[in-house]
């Protein structure tokens, strides 16, 4: 079978389709694979193959840009805190030095004593009382928690007795 325009025009195609000759001789029929590629080198079309001499313009589709993946930033372990921070404890009481004596206590001045009463530097809070009461807000919450929680027994005490005083 003889190259006719048509059968040569098909071989280019499917040359430049980029079939091999055996597959184009296959799809024309009545050629082998070497009558196929001794027709491409006469047409001038075996550059396909040789990449010194690209008998076409090499074309290099753009390369579609990565996308960008926004991945998810991974979840960060969520480390367990050892260091829990400790439930806040109420300000420990704390003694603050007295601003009144025996000779300058007031009716609603806090009747809290500090210090011992055997020395000059005894006090008394001195704080305006609160509600009414000996105390201020402070050493009433002393003086009057329940026994069993008391610690300051001592000074209550002293208080009490001190009252007798006043
Ligand atoms: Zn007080």
Redesign the pocket.
């Known amino acids: 079978m003889g190259w006719t325009d048509e059968r040569v025009e098909i071989l280019k195609k499917l040359w430049l389709d980029g079939l091999s000759a055996s597959q184009i001789a296959k799809q024309l029929g009545g050629v082998t694979r070497n009558a196929v590629i001794g027709k491409v080198h006469r047409l001038g079309l075996s550059g396909r193959a040789a990449p010194s001499h690209p008998s076409r313009p090499a074309f290099k589709a753009p390369r579609a840009p990565r996308p960008i993946t926004h991945a998810p930033p991974r979840p960060r372990s969520v480390e367990p805190r050892i260091h829990a921070a400790p439930a806040p404890r109420p300000a420990p009481f704390v003694e603050l030095p007295g601003t009144a004596t025996v000779l300058t206590l007031g009716a609603h001045m ?3 004593p500090i210090g011992d009463p055997a020395t000059d530097e005894f006090t ?4 305006r ?1 609160a509600n009414e009461g000996p ?2 807000i ?3 919450r002393v003086a009057y928690q329940p026994p069993q929680a008391r610690k300051k027994t001592t000074a209550a005490e002293l208080a009490r007795s001190l009252r007798r005083y006043i």
């Open positions: 806090c009747k809290w008394f809070c001195g704080r009382a105390y201020c402070d050493h009433a």
